[in-house]
């Protein structure tokens, strides 16, 4: 039987929330509540995370029990104040109008319509064919633990500081890392890509866990691959702050870089990140405070003579 539906107050909007009490995490028994209670914790960091960037969707109408859905048009029945962006996807010579966060009423308005997953573009409404965000997303192979993805992220701070750029770290919710870079919206996605792949090859040379192997079937199973690839249009991976469909509702977590040596990602939940949110608010808080250039990444690329 389906619990009563409940009214939640988000600044000055009101959500409907329908079956509050269903279980999305069947491991844990968290709910659809506990999963509106943790975003409402935790938002101004996922708004930040958030703002005015085309959003894909990642949905379980059912919990985890049922099938994911990913969805990149906004789902039917949205009140006029939850924004959109148009899209164009040349593959398919279609549009599609994502959502396009600009306050907290619009996630905890997606968790009712059984959001668990935020994966947004690195570009925003206002330029969304160039991106001002670079990410470096590191992906342990089957055979990497994450030591190896700890001393890859070690050699990426390194390269970054002799750069003079500014890195805001995170895990991934799952066994990988994420690092994530302002630039300015001053070139394509596929500029943005050769200077995440310059940038990636620097790493690749000077660390001997890294990969950048782009085929799977060929990469090293002990190595951590260095996904450049992360930074092409239309690729999204979960936002700082958002639950990941796993059993125990991991979190992509903003870190500091002096914890990494200790870090276990397993750590961060649904359950125990609104905690450490309210101890040291949010990590990435300064991430939009410098917007860097990719000039020399893209003189490295043009040096390895790497394709566009």
Same mark, same amino acid.
């Given at each position: ?55 894909? #969707? ?6 985890? %029990? ?72 590191? $992906? ?19 390269? #970054?500081?002799? #750069? ?31 200077? %995440? ?90 991430? $939009?405070?410098?917007?860097?250039? #990719? ?14």
């Amino acid at each position: 039987m389906a619990s009563p539906a409940v009214e939640i107050e988000v600044g000055d909007r009101v959500v409907r929330l329908t079956n509050p009490d269903r279980v999305y995490f069947p491991e844990t028994g968290w709910t659809k509540r506990d999963l509106v209670d943790y975003y409402l914790a935790v938002g101004d960091g996922v708004v930040r995370a958030l703002r005015e960037r085309p959003c894909m #969707l990642h949905r379980f109408p059912d919990g985890l %029990a049922g099938p994911k859905v990913h969805q990149k048009r906004l789902p039917a029945g949205a009140p006029d104040w939850v924004q959109t962006v148009e899209l164009y996807f040349p593959r398919y010579g279609r549009t599609a109008d994502e959502l396009c966060v600009t306050e907290l009423a619009q996630v905890i308005w997606a968790v009712q319509m059984s959001t668990v997953e935020f994966h947004p573009w690195n570009s925003r409404r206002g330029h969304v064919e160039q991106p001002d965000e670079w990410r470096i997303d590191l $992906d342990p192979m089957p055979e990497a633990d994450f030591a190896a993805v700890a001393r890859v992220a070690s050699v990426a701070r390194e390269v #970054l500081a002799e #750069l003079d750029i500014t890195g805001y770290p995170k895990t991934s919710g799952g066994n990988g890392f994420h690092i994530y870079v302002r630039i300015e919206p001053a070139w394509g996605f596929a500029e943005v890509r050769r200077a %995440a792949l310059a940038f990636a090859r620097k790493v690749e040379r000077r660390c001997p866990d890294a990969t950048t192997v782009w085929w799977r079937k060929d990469r090293d199973p002990t190595k951590v691959f260095v996904d450049f690839n992360q930074n092409a249009r239309d690729h999204t991976i979960a936002c700082a702050y958002s639950v990941r469909g796993t059993p125990t509702g991991t979190v992509s977590t903003p870190v500091e870089w002096e914890e990494l040596a200790d870090l276990d990602p397993r750590d961060f939940t649904l359950a125990s990140v609104p905690a450490r949110f309210a101890e040291l608010g949010d990590l990435h808080e300064r991430i $939009d405070d410098v917007a860097h250039r #990719l000039d020399t990444l893209l003189e490295w690329a043009d040096r390895d003579g790497l394709p566009g």
